[in-house]
C-alpha cells in the first residue's frame, strides 16, 4: 500500500506560539545537536530508510500551568522525544545514552530564545520500549516540561493608560505622600 500523496491544497498550519516554538526547537536542536541526520516534530511515519540517527519530538500533554494574571494563558506543556540509532552499531545502547544525554543538555534551562516561554523542567530519558516498526532501531526517550503562554498581554483598565495605576501602603497613602506611591512594576 503506498501512502497518498500530499496536496498542495492542505490548509496552512495555523499561526500560534506553538508553531513558533516548534519552529524554534527544530532550529535550536538541529545547530545544537549535528550528530543527528534527522531532528524531527511530530513526524508522520517511522519508515525503513529513514536516516539514522534521529531525533523525532511532539507535545503530547497540555495542563494548566500557573494564571499570570495579565490575560494570557499559561499551559505546562510535556514534550516527548525519541532518539533513535542503528541497533547494528558497535555498543548501540550506550550510543543512544550518549546521544539522550546530548540533548538532555540542550534542554537545560532552554527557553529556545522565545520570550513566551519559561525555561524546561523535570527533564529525564529512559530506554525507549521495543516497537516492533522499529525493531532494527534501539532508542532512548527524554521528556521534559515547560510553561507555554498563549495569546496577548491584556490591560483591563480601558480608562487608565499602563503605567498610571500606582501603589502605597498605610500609613503611607494620601496628600502629602505621593512620592511614595510605586507602579506595580517596582514592587515585583
Known sequence: MQEPPISSDEPPVIPSELKQLHDAMTATLQAELPQFQLIEAYPKLVKEGMALPALLYAATNFAPGDD?????????VTFESLVLLESSRALAPLQAAILASKLMKVLQQQYWKLDFVGPTDNAQAMPAEFVPELARCIGWAVQWQQDVYLGETEWPWENEPPGSLVFSFDPDTGPGNEDLYREPEALA
Open 68 to 76: 499570570p494574571g495579565d490575560g494570557r494563558l499559561c499551559l505546562k
